[in-house]
């Protein structure tokens, strides 16, 4: 190889092969293209509708959401119960994906396909399960009536208890699929690594599977959370009047009241406010997250 | 760029810190396999396997893949159990141990370095494991890092190193607690040739230094051959022959184990009742009286190197072969070979000033010490 010729002279090969290259970029355009039309544009359209006063350029309707009075008070509800479920998603959720990790490959499918099966069915269908199952003569009552353990029916729907259970509920499949794909590329070796080097089973999971799960479970937590932010079926179904979400009251907004002005700041607020838990959670645990994809298989 | 960092591609030029030995002598540990059984399903890995390490020794287990060897250094390291059989360190049984009690190192094939730790505290694990004093954890990880010469990459992410240095980290990790034992899981198979045989010098130091037993796994024979003082030969989950590498070598006690270590050639061979061998395809027969009639199918390993260009003395083997290939190798010349009764045979020489190589076509006369022709049974023939 006298001449080079399979080698760049300059060395300037190798640095143009670490850039992204520019001509592959349009494998992005499609994506792009909708996510423009679908998200921005309307985005963009509702942020406008919610600065829009009676004469022109107004904060009045941020000053309606924000200022003190219910609609606050509902905003920091819903924060507070998308924060509770997503934490509940992830300590449930968790067990359960190492327990699909753990599994050899053959059965995994199989346990994953039936992880999987509640999201077959509609949220709507789903939510209504649950008025069948806590309602007052429905299946929870009628058993604990029935072994005399209760002398009426206890109130179950309606409450923030039934949000939450529901709510969790359909959201853990999500949260099962996103820390399960995490956990199986961790290198099952190094676990081995760990025992020989003077690890307990305990030990070794604390110090070596955790830390590299941990990714997985913080992206879950941001993407239960994100989705629990914009739930509106379940909490208008079996909450009460207490547990109403910041969706439903955009809702009210849009559909009864017609003060779409109002329904947009909230839906602004809201998108604002998840960015911003997300981007705080993302910061707050970027070294935990930057190692998944890492997770030391080879 | 890194001015300390190690140039691992120099084996010659002392990348060992043998200062940084200052600790006397560990001494290894005692390792008895006692009949050790192990089967998957319906498929057997091990049989029967005995086989007493001594302390300090460096043992290996050569075999190709399937042949058992990781399943008896699993065995060993507490991965998977044993179906029947003992296996004992320093006279104690350690079958019912888990991994974490049985006090070994441990480099894999991969390396299995984690990657969410940096370097120091990959190899600071077994030490914090074993709750260790910060002090002495500090003390022993710089010491280890210094004999393996990567002190300056302490602090650096595991992804960031490259194969040779990853390996080192490996190895440091797994020689910090000073275990008496150590295994190793094929540790150089994923490095190129140069940097594995710089590896192969370093281990072997590193391991008279320390004075540590070495079970050390691999199917590379010449690996098996450089770095030994023992060698086992598993085939099928059973020990083929168990020996110094230069008694592998010399004496093979089978066609598998002649065939497996180091080149040969194999050749048919006649046991007569009357006490002669007949190695038809060279056209030789001389008088053996040890193999007089044995049983079973037979063959004659002739190294390369036995097979020589002088003038025949005594009771020697004469063979006129006729050249088909000659490689040049610098040092020395392999040639391929065709002998009058159509069999194809290796031979090499050591090249001397300007010899003149032979030429495809030509005809030479070889000779060959009956002495150094091995004699060795077909044991898969023989109904095992």
């Known amino acids: ?298 | 760029m890194v001015p300390t960092m190690v140039d691992v591609n120099k084996p010659s030029s002392g990348t060992l810190n043998r200062e940084a030995f200052s600790k006397s002598k560990a001494t290894g540990a005692t390792i008895e396999f006692q009949s050790v059984r192990k089967a998957y399903g319906s498929v057997t890995a091990l049989h029967d396997f005995s086989l007493t390490i001594h302390p300090g020794e460096f043992l290996t287990i050569l075999g190709s893949s399937g042949s058992g060897k990781t399943t008896a250094l699993n065995a060993l390291a507490g991965f998977s159990g044993a179906d029947s059989g003992d296996i004992l360190i320093d006279g104690k049984s350690v079958i019912d141990e888990p991994p974490e009690r049985r006090n070994l190192g441990m480099v894999f094939q991969n390396y299995s370095l984690f990657p969410h730790m940096t370097v120091f505290d990959n190899i600071a694990f077994p030490l914090r494991m074993r709750r260790a004093p910060r002090r002495e954890i500090n003390e022993r990880v710089e010491r280890v890092l210094e004999i393996v010469r990567l002190g300056a990459l302490a602090k650096r992410m595991p992804r960031d190193l490259s194969g040779g240095q990853q390996q080192r980290v490996a190895f440091a990790r797994a020689i910090v607690f000073e275990p008496p034992v150590l295994l190793m899981d094929e540790p150089l198979g994923a490095l190129d040739l140069k940097l594995r045989e710089a590896l192969q010098f370093e281990i072997k130091e590193i391991q008279h230094q320390l004075g540590c037993t070495v079970v050390y796994v691999t199917h590379d024979q010449r690996e098996a051959l450089a770095m030994s003082s023992r060698i086992v030969v598993l085939r099928d989950g059973r020990i083929e022959q168990v020996g110094t590498p230069s008694e592998m070598y010399d004496a093979p006690k089978s066609r598998f184990v002649a065939d497996f270590i180091g080149q040969t050639n194999l050749l048919a061979a006649d046991l007569s009742k009357a006490g002669s061998v007949s190695i038809s395809e060279l056209g030789a027969v001389y008088r053996d009286a040890e193999f007089q009639a044995r049983p079973g199918s037979w063959y004659a390993s002739v190294r390369p190197e036995k097979l020589q260009r002088r003038p025949a003395e005594g009771s020697d083997i004469a063979v006129d072969v006729t050249v088909q290939e000659a490689v040049f190798l610098g040092d020395v010349i392999e040639y391929s070979a065709r002998t009058a009764h159509g069999a194809l045979i290796h031979f090499r020489e050591q090249r001397r000033d300007r010899d003149r190589i032979p030429e495809r076509g030509e005809t030479i006369g070889l000779v060959l010490r009956p002495s150094d022709v091995v004699l060795v049974p077909d044991l898969s023939k023989a109904g095992r």
């Not at chain 1, 559909?255 to 909230?266: K, N, Q």
Request: glycine letters at 12%; hydrophobic letters at 55%.
């Open chain 1, 1 to 298: 190889m006298s001449d080079g010729v399979a080698m760049p002279r300059d060395g300037k090969g190798a640095a143009r092969g670490r850039r992204a290259p520019l001509s592959s970029l349009w494998l992005l355009a499609p994506a792009a293209v909708l996510f423009l039309f679908v998200f921005i544009l309307p985005v963009g359209e509702v942020a406008l509708w919610s600065v829009q006063g009676e004469a022109g350029l107004s904060a009045e309707n941020y000053e309606a959401a924000l200022g003190a009075g219910p609609y606050r008070t509902i905003l920091f509800g819903t924060l507070q119960l998308s924060f509770g479920v997503a934490c509940a998603c992830i300590l449930v959720g968790y067990p359960a994906a190492y327990f699909l990790a753990s599994r050899p490959p053959r059965n995994r499918t199989l346990l994953l396909l039936l992880i999987l099966t509640p999201l077959w069915v509609s949220v709507l269908v789903r939510t209504f399960g649950w008025i069948v199952v806590l309602g007052r003569e429905g299946l929870v009552n009628s058993m604990l009536l029935g072994i005399g353990a209760v002398d009426g029916p206890l109130q179950m729907l309606y409450t923030r208890g039934a949000v939450y259970i529901a709510m969790v509920q359909v959201l853990l499949p999500v949260a099962i699929l996103v820390m399960f794909s995490t956990m199986t590329t961790i290198n099952r070796s190094l676990l081995m690594a760990s025992r020989i080097l003077g690890a307990s089973p305990w030990r070794g999971f604390v110090h070596i599977f955790l830390p590299l799960s941990a990714g997985g479970a913080v992206n879950a937590w941001m993407l239960t959370f994100v989705l629990a932010l914009g739930f509106f079926i379940t909490p208008a179904l079996v909450g009460g009047p207490k547990e109403t979400m910041i969706a439903n009251l955009i809702a009210t907004q849009i559909t009864l009241t017609l003060d779409w002005g109002l329904g947009s700041a909230l839906g602004m607020v809201l998108v604002i406010a998840g960015f911003a838990v997300v981007g705080a959670v993302a910061l707050l645990f970027r070294r935990v997250t930057t190692l998944s994809g890492h997770g030391g298989s080879r």
